[in-house]
């Protein structure tokens, strides 16, 4: 997985520099010599939680590998305004050209990183863990979902490939329940993969469908509400993980989390998250 994530992150820096830089950045060759030399420091404007230094590295070193990169705070520590999270120094024309490419990945975990940090604290005290979704932006799924885990969530299914995840729709499709499971079950022998098994209930018949059927590792309790979430849990007791899943905000997390489920998904942290606010300023 580890040679799969790293080949996705140097692709999507590739695609990054072609979008953004094209045939040139005129602006910076038409007024900077090829020889100056300079630093520069990312400066945090808002609290939060930094995520995403160690891919700035990777982007630095992936247009320029000259840039020297001097760290002063890691990923996953909480930041405030003023902070200096790092240096980097070498030719002007590199960091002018990595600079928005940089800020724009950084904002973007840091932001996601904050947010799952407050969903997280809201768990504390019970065994429950937030987990991430696949709704993501497209080709940035992996640093996405770096950032929930640099702030303490739990990474889902990474894609389609990874994991068994039997929705509503593969219910419907397939039949109902039993069959959908049977399925997969069967084609997971015929392949010869070994991977969990977990499938969406969206009441109490297909809850007692899924229990009866077996074969599973975990049990999604879809848009349950937390009276339900509490007697599902006690008519599952243990027999399968449990994930509560489909409109849990930040005010109601904790209620569900107070049922004793083992996990809580949320599609919040990753698609409607504010970027948190810093800039990579020159140092004169």
Not at 15 to 22: Q, T, V
Not at 38 to 56: R, T
Not at 120 to 129: H, P, W, Y
């Amino acid at each position: 997985m580890e040679n799969y994530s790293d080949q996705l992150v140097n692709d999507l820096i590739s695609l990054a520099f072609a979008e953004d830089i094209g045939d040139g950045d005129h602006t910076t060759l038409s007024c900077i010599p090829e020889t100056a030399t300079g630093k520069a420091h990312l400066l945090i404007k808002e609290d939060g939680i930094l995520a995403g230094v160690s891919i700035a590295e990777k982007i630095f070193r992936h247009f320029d590998s000259e840039l020297v990169i001097n760290n002063f705070i890691k990923d996953g520590t909480e930041v405030h305004y003023g902070d200096i999270a790092f240096n980097v120094e070498g030719k002007v024309q590199s960091l002018l050209q990595t600079e928005r490419l940089v800020l724009n990945v950084m904002q973007r975990m840091s932001g996601i990183a904050t947010t799952t940090r407050r969903y997280v604290k809201l768990l504390e005290g019970t065994k429950a863990r937030v987990l991430d979704t696949r709704k993501t932006t497209p080709g940035m799924r992996i640093l996405e979902k770096e950032s929930v885990r640099i702030a303490g969530g739990v990474n889902h299914r990474i894609g389609l490939f990874d994991m068994i995840l039997i929705k509503d729709n593969h219910i419907d499709f397939a039949g109902g329940i039993r069959s959908a499971i049977t399925r997969a079950k069967e084609y997971l022998w015929r392949q010869g993969k070994n991977m969990p098994v977990e499938v969406e209930v969206r009441n109490f018949d297909e809850l007692a469908e899924a229990i009866s059927t077996g074969g599973i590792n975990r049990i999604m309790l879809d848009n349950f509400s937390v009276e339900d979430t509490q007697k599902a849990v006690e008519i599952v007791a243990g027999r399968f993980e449990i994930e509560s899943s489909g409109g849990i905000t930040i005010e109601t997390i904790r209620r569900y989390a107070e049922t004793g489920v083992d996990y809580i998904s949320v599609g919040a942290l990753t698609h409607s998250v504010k970027s948190l606010d810093m800039s990579l300023k020159s140092i004169q």
